[in-house]
Nanobody, 120 residues
Framework: VQLVESGGGLVQAGGSLRLSCAASGMIFPINIMGWYRQAPGKQRELVARISSGGTTNYADSVKGRFTVSGHNAEGTVYLQMSSLKPEDTAVYYC???????????????WGQGTQVTVSS
């Protein structure tokens, strides 16, 4: 299973970035796809996720600023981030919950992470 992320980078406060993630090696539709982030010295936390049925969940800290979208049936998920703040600085990880080929159990998979840095 591979989750390949792209779209991170450096942006000024108030700016926008869009993260993309594409999964391979999994059975589609993927149950849940989403994004987590981890800032230095902090635990990894949920940012946003979307189910195969289209239900979305967001961390309170990003509601109204970030939008998660995707095509679980195609293994892709996106995170549109607007009105970015310095406290959004973190490594962002793509996450997928589902089954890989020839597997019967549902497992959790992670991308390699992409750095997002917001300067003040």
């Amino acid at each position: 299973v591979q989750l390949v992320e792209s779209g991170g980078g450096l942006v000024q406060a108030g700016g926008s970035l869009r993260l993309s993630c594409a999964a391979s090696g999994m059975i589609f539709p993927i149950n849940i796809m989403g994004w987590y982030r981890q800032a230095p010295g902090k635990q990894r936390e949920l940012v946003a996720r979307i189910s195969s049925g289209g239900t979305t969940n967001y961390a309170d800290s990003v509601k109204g600023r970030f939008t998660v979208s995707g095509h679980n049936a195609e293994g892709t998920v996106y995170l549109q981030m607007s009105s970015l703040k310095p406290e959004d600085t973190a490594v962002y990880y793509c996450n997928a919950v589902g089954r890989e080929y020839r597997a019967s159990d549902i497992s959790v998979y992670w991308g390699q992470g992409t750095q997002v840095t917001v300067s003040s």
